[in-house]
């Protein structure tokens, strides 16, 4: 009778906490299902339908995605643009933000102010960091007025197809580096200091124990800071739209910009599905690899 009542107590105990657990996790899954999963199945169905933003919407197949591929020229470029984007933005924040938090860590005194100056611009809004360096950068800006002090010619930084994608580059790159320094500041402080204590012993200098020892001590963090950069740079779209609107000539007309103007722009709603759902799908395999 005593087991009966023992396995009668814990089945209710066991249904208590199965309705607790559906309890605090409907909500996630509610919110998971109306803002990602439906739309997500939504968007692919809207790919095979020629739908405008008004009017009536027409069942096409395969059509926009066999137009998206052969016809439209100008899908490549941005492809192309959205992965140079990728490529330079990744790769400067990531050496900048390392370079920055060894030299940071390095400092006796005003570490603490000096990672506080440069995750500052973490705090503003891209749309407003991008206003900002179109000031800067515009030709009566400080770094043109600098270049002609010094007798070289301004840049028409966000008009030219030459440095348009490396004025976009650089507004993304101080608006985000302080994010990977803050990551790459705490795996530089929790290297063990007796590695690299008994390498000075050994006679290692500064840099063969840079290398050999705080990297890869360290590779957790830049593997998620690497990670998260490559997600973040895949969805840029404010700096793009703030600054140049794609141009000039397209130079840096990105994947959700083109999205976006073929969404609401050009009124091509089913187009502007197919491109998410590739987009998406290339994004997805990249992150998996």
Not at 25 to 39: D, H, K, S, V
Not at 86 to 95: E, F, M, Q, R, S
Not at 147 to 168: D, H, P, Y
Not at 198 to 223: E, R, V, Y
Request: proline share 3%; with cysteine; glycine share 6%.
């Amino acid at each position: 009778m005593k087991i009966n009542k023992k396995n009668k107590t814990c089945r209710k105990k066991e249904k208590s906490d199965i309705g607790a657990a559906i309890l605090f996790l409907a909500p996630n899954f509610i919110g998971f299902m109306i803002f990602t999963l439906i739309p997500m199945v939504f968007s692919l169905v809207m790919s095979l339908y020629d739908w405008p933003l008004t009017g009536t919407h027409t069942f096409v197949g395969l059509k926009n995605f066999i137009t998206l591929f052969t016809k439209d020229i100008l899908f490549f470029k941005v492809m192309k643009n959205t992965f140079v984007y990728v490529i330079a933005y990744v790769g400067l924040n990531v050496i900048i933000a390392l370079g920055m938090a060894v030299w940071i860590t390095s400092l006796k005194k005003a570490n603490q102010f000096f990672r506080s100056v440069f995750f500052l611009p973490m705090m503003v809004g891209i749309v407003s960091s991008t206003m900002i360096f179109k000031w800067i950068l515009s030709d009566t800006g400080i770094v043109n007025t600098v270049l002609r002090f010094f007798g070289a010619e301004g840049f028409n930084w966000f008009g030219s197809t030459k440095t348009a994608m490396i004025a976009v580059v650089i507004v993304s790159i101080w608006q985000g580096f302080g994010y990977n320094m803050v990551i790459f500041i705490s795996g530089l402080l929790s290297v063990p200091k007796s590695l690299i204590e008994a390498a000075k012993i050994d006679g290692a200098n500064s840099i063969q124990i840079f290398f050999k020892i705080t990297l890869p001590a360290m590779s957790p963090s830049i593997f998620f800071a690497v990670v998260m950069t490559v997600i973040s740079s895949f969805q840029v779209f404010d700096q793009t739209f703030v600054s140049t609107m794609g141009g000039p000539n397209n130079e840096t007309n990105t994947m959700v910009l083109y999205l976006y103007n073929n969404a609401f722009k050009y009124q091509r709603l089913g187009y502007a599905s197919a491109i998410a759902g590739y987009y998406s799908s290339v994004c997805l395999l990249l992150q998996a690899f």
